[in-house]
């Protein structure tokens, strides 16, 4: 049973407002990622982690930053929210040492930006 | 370039009758390809990982098969709270980043 924690599930604020997206694990996973999910369309990687005092930016543009000084913590900071940033954030996170990247995902974060 | 496409975008059908969802994917080196399952409003769910061409894997009433160039997932005799939307990704030697598939909504009338 993967453990791993979002919040808040819902947000929403205002343009120009910072916010931070919080994730946790604990099942001593290594690698953490964010995603970014619009209705009907793929999965985007923004950012992900191999471990402590590691961190990487992922395919898609963003203007978030992320941060990660324990193992099973994983936040996503957006310094001034836009209507643009309106998504669902994800929070993934999978085990070291295995061949392929079995990620386990939380609930997501529903963010609206007014 | 790595691509996966996932057909088709949305499939309905009645309680019992037995349908296949594919995904087609483009990669230099597959180290893997995933199956999950997303209900509204939450995270993607692991069902399977497949390897190899010729391999099949089962879970339930779902059962996924992989190819060099496409995956199926077969769900037989399907019940509605089958419906969810069934996303694929594909992981190359060349790129450890998943590929996603945009998904496909599966809905499952009683």
């Known amino acids: 049973e993967a453990d791993i924690y979002q919040t808040p599930r819902y947000l929403v604020i205002g343009t120009g407002k910072k916010i931070t997206l919080e994730c946790s694990q604990t099942?001593?996973?290594?690698?953490m990622y964010w995603y970014q999910q619009d209705p009907g369309m793929e999965l985007h990687l923004i950012h992900y982690s191999y471990g402590v005092n590691s961190t990487e930016k992922g395919d898609l543009s963003s203007e978030s930053t992320v941060s990660r000084i324990r193992t099973e913590h994983f936040p996503l900071t957006l310094e001034s929210a836009r209507p643009s940033h309106t998504s669902q954030y994800l929070c993934?996170?999978?085990?070291?040492?295995?061949?392929?990247?079995?990620?386990?995902f939380g609930p997501g974060t529903r963010l609206t930006v007014l | 370039e790595d691509q996966v496409t996932q057909s088709p975008e949305a499939l309905r059908l009645q309680e019992g009758e037995s349908s296949s969802l594919n995904c087609s994917y483009t990669v230099s080196g597959l180290r893997g390809l995933f199956w999950y399952r997303q209900d509204p409003g939450k995270g993607p769910e692991f069902l399977f990982t497949?390897?190899?061409?010729?391999e099949e894997k089962e879970k339930e009433r779902l059962k996924a098969t992989l190819t060099k160039k496409e995956s199926f997932l077969h769900i037989t005799a399907p019940k509605p709270e089958d419906s969810a939307t069934y996303l694929c990704a594909v992981q190359g030697s060349s790129n450890y980043q998943l590929i996603w598939g945009a998904g496909t909504k599966l809905i499952i009338k009683p």
């Open positions: 497949l390897y190899s061409a010729g």
């Open positions: 993934a996170s999978s085990p070291r040492g295995s061949s392929t990247d079995t990620q386990y």
């Open positions: 099942m001593g996973h290594d690698k």
